[in-house]
């Protein structure tokens, strides 16, 4: 069984910056991990996911250019690295994770089978 487990949220400025982590337990090492948001009155969206490799990535478009995935493996480990915040980032972040391919409708949050807890992120204007 996978339990994933993010930290890392906070209040930052606009512009800031912000790298949010996943721990993950299970079999972590075959598993894309994602990342999504939830802002307040609006639905769970994707931002980022990241094949088990590392090779392969995809972005929202909200966020490509100032988000970075990554992972380490080693480190059973996913993080989010979160460049020039806007308050529209402000949202509950939500680790995932799914079985691959990533290639297969990457962003579609039904495919991911688990969940860590969340971990607020406030951007101030």
């Known amino acids: 069984q996978v339990q994933l487990v993010e930290s890392g949220g906070g209040l930052v400025q606009a512009g800031g910056s912000l790298r949010l982590s996943c721990a993950a337990s299970g079999l972590f090492s075959s598993y894309v991990m994602g990342w999504f948001r939830q802002a307040p009155g609006k639905e769970r969206e994707f931002v980022a996911c990241?094949?088990?490799?590392?090779?392969?990535?995809y972005y929202a478009d909200s966020v490509k250019g100032r988000f970075t995935i990554s992972r380490d493996n080693a480190k059973n480990t996913v993080y989010l690295q979160m460049n020039s915040l806007n308050p529209e980032d402000t949202a509950v972040y939500y680790c995932?994770?799914?079985?691959?391919?990533?290639?297969?409708?990457?962003?579609?949050?039904?495919?991911?089978?688990?969940w860590g807890q969340g971990t607020q992120v406030t951007v101030s204007s």
């Open positions: 990241i094949s088990w490799s590392g090779s392969n990535s």
């Open positions: 995932a994770a799914r079985r691959g391919p990533i290639g297969i409708a990457p962003s579609d949050a039904y495919r991911y089978d688990f």
